[in-house]
Structure formats: structure tokens, C-alpha cells
């Protein structure tokens, strides 16, 4: 009987790593935009990005969707009313999306047809933070209805973001949402962070989202 | 609740390891887990039981070791290490950084294995 030590030195996530770094330079391939949407359930992520695929629409972009869920399609059936491709990527009870999902997701998508993709993630602030989907651009929504506090109980996704978004501005006065405290957290856990204060109901904040979507575009050249 | 899923791949990437070594039986996994890597210890070393059961690791020891984050403080000009992860401040200067040196690590630093074989240097 021998006891011996291996070193092995590898991250756990290797796979899922190596699999995003594929995807990655396909998306540069083909000149689109990825971006990753991560927020709690019920932040407001679907509703957003019906608003957004609907403005890009509007100015002749092409924009296409895929909508993580643990279940239903009833994100996806309510995004492809904007007229984007859309699909649905059910998890069946797995709480992210991970880079092969992905990957088996796009078969048959032209990317090079594309100027965005939008992915929306699992509604879950923990998990969807560890696993690399080769987006460019992960952005974190926050709604006001939620603890201005959000952004120091989940560090890791708020420091893991490129982007922030506030959603539902609109009702930010009948919430009590204390937009300093707000502001000041998500920048103590992610100095420097590009944060958009939007309403998707209103369109508040929307072309400033959107102005930013074209500069970033515009940077892959 | 990602955990479950982590085991497995730790089972994957271990299990893939022993290849060399026939009949080897594992007896301790040890990680190095950044303080931003979301990670719960309680709720890995719970899949860890589950997820390790009809392996070669069933039965092994989950040795974790959290790595704290480290900041590259440019005022500064030296790497520096945080207490926690409420603010990404320098804490000699408290100028803010986001270059991280250290702290988003999820790894499989070793394994410890049993040979069932004699073997003979």
C-alpha cells in the first residue's frame, strides 16, 4: 500500500472555462455582442430585455435572445412578441446556465446575422457568477424593490459584473429606494462600474442603456 | 445551490487523474477556493457525500483552503489583501481596485491516493 500525493493544479470549472473561451472567439468571429443578464427572480430581467430587444429593433439592429429558465418558456414566449429569434433553454431544476447549454443552444443561429445576443441567465444571484458563458459583457440588474444592501449580500456576481442596471425607477419614490445607498454599494464592491438607471415601463434610462450597447458594439470593430 | 454541480466536476477531473494509477483509491481532495468564488462549505461538504458516493472518491476527506482576495493597489505599487469582500478598497491607502490578483480561484490543488499495488521505487 503506497499513499502518494498528485498535484493537479486545475480549476474545477476547467471544462466549462475552455468550452466559454470557444464560444468567446466565436462571438468575436462573427462581430456580435454577447451579454450575460444576472439578478435575483423577479428584478425585472425579462421585462428589460423585451424593452431593449424592442428599441434595437426599432433602430435596425439585430439583436437575438436566449432566456434561461428552471421550468416554464413563458419568458421566451413573452420576448419573441419583440419579433427577435428567441429561444428558451430550460435548466430542469439546475440554477445557471453553463457554457455547453449555450453552446447547444446556438445550433443553427447564423451569429454572423447578428449584432447582439442576449442571455438571460437563471434568476439566482450565486451560481450564475462561477460559470463563464464566453459573454463579453455580464450585467447585474437590481430593482428598487429590492435592499439597497443587494450589492454587499452578493459581492461576487456585483463584482464579477461590466454592467450595472437599476430597474423599475418608476416606482423607485412609493419604495423608499435610497438611490445614494444604492449607488454607493454597487461601487464599493465593483469600483468604476457603468450604472444605468432605467424603467422599463417608462423607457427612463433606456437610451443611455442603448447608446452604450452601440459604443460597445462599435469597440469589437 | 450549485454545489452538486461543482462535485461532479470535481469527481470528473479527479476520476480523469487516476488514470495512471490503477486501482487507486482517493483519500483526500484538496481545493483552493477564492473568497469571491461563492462557494459554501457547508453545502459542498453535503454534495460532497452524495456526489463522491460509487466513485473512486467515496470515502475521501474535502479539505478546503479559502484564499482571501488580493488587490493590486496602484497609489500603493504593491498587491494587497483584503479582510473580506464588502469593499474592493486598498486598505493601507483606500484608493479603489479592481485588479485582482487573487480571490476567484476554484481549484483542485491535489489529491492524496492510495495505490492498491506494491510499488517499487
Not at chain 1, 37 to 59: C, D, H, I, Y
Amino acid at each position: 500500500m503506497t499513499t502518494r500525493i498528485v498535484e493537479l493544479r486545475r480549476g474545477i470549472l476547467k471544462k466549462n472555462d475552455e468550452l466559454a473561451a470557444g464560444l468567446r472567439d466565436r462571438y468575436t468571429t462573427a462581430g456580435v455582442l454577447v451579454l450575460n443578464l444576472v439578478s435575483s427572480p423577479g428584478t425585472g430581467k425579462t421585462a428589460f430585455l423585451e424593452r431593449t430587444l424592442k428599441e434595437l429593433k426599432a433602430q435596425g439592429a439585430r439583436a437575438a435572445a436566449l432566456v434561461g429558465d428552471l421550468e416554464t418558456d413563458n419568458d421566451a414566449r413573452r420576448l419573441a412578441s419583440s419579433g427577435a429569434p428567441v429561444r428558451q433553454i430550460n435548466t430542469h431544476g439546475i440554477c445557471h446556465l453553463d457554457a455547453e447549454m449555450i453552446s447547444k443552444h446556438l445550433e443553427g443561429w447564423e451569429l454572423a446575422d447578428l449584432d447582439y445576443l442576449f442571455i438571460e441567465n437563471v434568476g439566482n444571484l450565486v451560481c450564475p457568477s462561477s460559470y463563464d458563458l464566453g459573454e463579453k459583457i455580464r450585467v447585474a440588474l437590481l430593482s428598487v424593490t429590492e435592499g439597497e444592501d443587494k450589492p454587499l449580500k452578493y459581492p461576487t456576481m456585483f463584482n464579477s459584473a461590466d454592467a450595472a442596471v437599476i430597474t423599475k425607477i418608476d416606482i423607485a419614490g412609493p419604495c423608499d429606494f435610497d438611490r445614494t445607498a444604492a449607488l454607493k454599494n454597487i461601487n464599493e464592491i465593483r469600483p468604476g462600474i457603468r450604472i444605468f438607471e432605467t424603467s422599463a415601463k417608462t423607457g427612463a434610462g433606456m437610451d443611455e442603456w442603448l447608446a452604450y450597447l452601440a459604443e460597445e458594439r462599435a469597440k469589437r470593430g | 445551490m450549485h454545489e452538486l454541480s461543482i462535485v461532479a466536476s470535481i469527481v470528473d477531473s479527479v476520476t480523469e487523474s487516476l488514470a495512471p494509477y490503477p486501482g487507486a483509491r482517493v483519500k483526500e481532495v484538496r481545493l483552493k477556493v477564492g473568497a469571491l468564488a461563492s462557494v459554501v462549505q457547508e453545502s459542498l461538504d453535503f454534495c460532497y457525500g452524495i456526489g463522491t458516493e460509487g466513485t473512486a472518491l467515496e470515502g475521501s476527506k474535502l479539505v478546503v483552503e479559502v484564499l482571501p482576495v488580493v488587490l493590486h493597489c496602484e497609489p500603493c505599487g504593491r498587491d494587497v489583501t483584503l479582510d473580506g469582500v464588502q469593499s474592493f478598497r486598498c486598505p493601507i491607502c483606500g484608493e479603489p481596485s479592481m485588479d485582482l490578483r487573487q480571490g476567484r480561484e476554484l481549484d483542485i490543488d491535489s489529491i492524496e491516493i492510495e495505490d492498491e499495488a506494491e510499488v517499487k521505487a
